[in-house]
T-cell receptor
Framework: GAVVSQHPSRVICKSGTSVKIECRSL??????MFWYRQFPKKSLMLMAT?????????EQGVEKDKFLINHASLTLSTLTVTSAHPEDSSFYIC?????????????FGPGTRLTVL | GIQVEQSPPDLILQEGANSTLRCNFS?????LQWFHQNPWGQLINLFY???GTKQNGRLSATTVATERYSLLYISSSQTTDSGVYFC?????????FGKGTRLHILP
């Protein structure tokens, strides 16, 4: 299998606080993980690509100081939303790529719903 | 960058009917996936299909890379097939998601 977990599944926080979301590949080592954001009834937008042991690559328009990404091990990547504001409320989904040559298939976590009051 | 368009945006069918979902992409790709997003938001991998044809039970998919489109076929639809179907296509690790097809299967 290729199972990816996320924690927490849901978080409600006050404006100005920071929130950390964990993404784990449970049964494989993921050299590359991805973070996406999805607004209600919208598509997924790639925020950043995370490689183990190196700095994340952020997509255009994504503030790297706002969304801190750490990929400390081959099975764990974290996304920290710093000084969260109501406009950061969204559904955040991570994915992981299982190393397999030229096969680029991504497996997705169940998502984290963030509500900032 | 690459553009990914899905059609139709919405589809309502009676249980037992067949359906075809389409994904057009604007440039050559070596990475194409179909997903089903369930009501809780989980993306379920359906097919990894940058080219060729695959089948898995009632679902099958075909990608014609030279003509830049992919099709997802659902036969004998069941109410549990309801949800949003996404196509994501791109080069190597970077995939762009289409806007999805929202499928409603009526009992």
């Amino acid at each position: 299998g290729a199972v990816v977990s996320q924690h927490p599944s849901r978080v409600i926080c006050k404006s100005g606080t920071s929130v950390k979301i964990e993404c784990r590949s449970l049964d494989f080592q993921a050299t590359t993980m991805f973070w996406y954001r999805q607004f209600p009834k919208k598509s997924l937008m790639l925020m950043a690509t995370s490689n183990e042991g190196s700095k994340a690559t952020y997509e255009q328009g994504v503030e790297k100081d706002k969304f801190l990404i750490n990929h400390a091990s081959l099975t764990l990547s974290t996304l920290t939303v710093t000084s969260a504001h109501p406009e950061d409320s969204s559904f955040y989904i991570c994915s992981a790529r299982r190393p397999s040559g030229s096969r680029y298939e991504q497996f997705f976590g169940p998502g984290t719903r963030l509500t900032v009051l | 960058g690459i553009q990914v368009e899905q059609s139709p945006p919405d589809l309502i069918l009676q249980e037992g009917a067949n359906s075809t979902l389409r994904c057009n992409f604007s440039d050559s790709v070596n990475n194409l996936q179909w997903f089903h997003q369930n009501p809780w938001g989980q993306l379920i991998n359906l097919f990894y299909i940058p080219s060729g044809t695959k089948q898995n039970g009632r679902l099958s998919a075909t990608t014609v890379a030279t003509e830049r489109y992919s099709l997802l076929y659902i036969s004998s639809s069941q109410t549990t097939d309801s949800g949003v179907y996404f196509c994501a296509a791109g080069r190597d690790d970077k995939i762009i998601f289409g806007k999805g097809t929202r499928l409603h299967i009526l009992p």
